[in-house]
């Protein structure tokens, strides 16, 4: 196979009009010049410069053979120059994946205006709740909620929002039952679950000074939207755990009541993860950053 530096040393020689000139360009001997330029034209079998102590004359194939090289140094730097734009304008696919009812909530009117923002940018969404594996799949950034420890060891993370939750229950609930003073009590109540039939359903709470709950219940009410959670709770069929920010409109008009003042379920993080730091593209980078600033301006209370 042709060593291409060959390729590029021959153009340089044409272009200054001899070795010399072409060494002193290049940084490289003479002498160097003129063997590589030889050795190529040996392997070519044609003489590509003529070349006497006084003379240097392009052959009629070393110009054809120039004019091809010349191109295919021009489209090596136009390839060059079209990485390099991708690397400082953010623009491009960005394949990205989003727990459903967080994308309701949230993630949705963000991205509407990050795409009114970055019209370079096209994305590509897939709302799920399955845990999806980045590289295997292509995705270039999934947005997850847990709690703390993280897993992702592999991958690169982003926190978003470090968002709290509460217990709350409608009105027509609290009134029919009473409203709970500790813990324990909720163990009688009727609740609703995030999450699958076969799981464990509990809830852990921490009170105002550090004493811990666990308590076990079975729910009536198990999906994996949180939406229709948030409507079971209105509607006073049990009591619920849901992040703080989407209930707060509720509990502010007394659809909703919180249950157990003192008493916090555990935190959870939404956070962004993708692959690798190295060589991310600007519109990943741009859309975790904007992600960032978006849940930063929201206030749980």
């Given amino acids: 196979m042709q060593d291409l530096n060959d390729f590029v040393w021959f ?6 009009g001899g ?3 072409a ?3 290049l940084d490289q001997p003479k002498s160097k010049l003129s063997r590589r330029i030889a050795q190529l034209e ?3 079998g044609v003489r590509l410069i003529q070349r006497t102590t006084r003379q240097f004359t392009v052959t009629e194939v070393g110009q054809t053979f120039y004019q091809h090289c010349k191109a295919m140094l021009v489209e090596a730097e136009a390839a060059e120059e079209a990485v390099a734009a991708l690397q400082a304008e953010p623009r491009g696919i960005v394949r990205i994946t989003c727990p459903v009812t967080l994308l309701h909530v949230h993630v949705g009117p963000m991205l509407a205006r990050f795409m009114a923002k970055y019209p370079g940018i096209n994305l590509q969404l897939e709302a799920t709740n399955r845990r999806v594996d980045l590289v295997g799949e292509g995705i ?3 947005i997850r909620v847990r709690p703390r420890p993280f897993d992702d060891s592999d991958l690169v993370l982003r926190v978003l929002a470090d968002r709290g ?3 709350v229950a409608g009105p027509d609930l609290i009134q029919r039952m009473g409203k709970p003073v500790m813990p324990s009590e909720l163990s009688r109540w009727p609740g609703l679950s995030m999450g699958e039939g076969r799981q464990v359903h509990k809830w852990d709470l921490t009170g105002s000074q550090g004493a811990k709950a666990e308590i076990h219940y079975a729910p009536r009410f198990i999906t994996t939207d949180m939406l229709a959670l948030r409507e079971a709770a209105m509607a006073g069929v049990g009591v619920v755990q849901l992040p703080i920010l989407m209930v707060k409109d509720q509990l502010a008009s007394g659809e909703l009541v919180r249950v157990l003042d003192e008493w916090e379920p555990r935190r959870e993080v939404i956070h962004a993860v993708y692959p690798s730091r190295r060589g991310l593209l600007p519109s990943v980078r741009t859309l975790v950053d904007f992600l960032t600033e978006e849940y930063a301006r ?4």
């Avoid at 929201?298 to 209370?301: D, P």
């Fill in 165 to 167: 939750h509460c217990l």
């Fill in 11 to 16: 153009v340089k020689v044409v272009d200054y």
């Fill in 19 to 21: 070795f010399a000139a």
């Fill in 42 to 44: 040996d392997r070519l």
């Fill in 298 to 301: 929201m206030v749980e209370e």
């Fill in 23 to 25: 060494g002193r360009a």
């Fill in 140 to 142: 270039d950034i999934a």
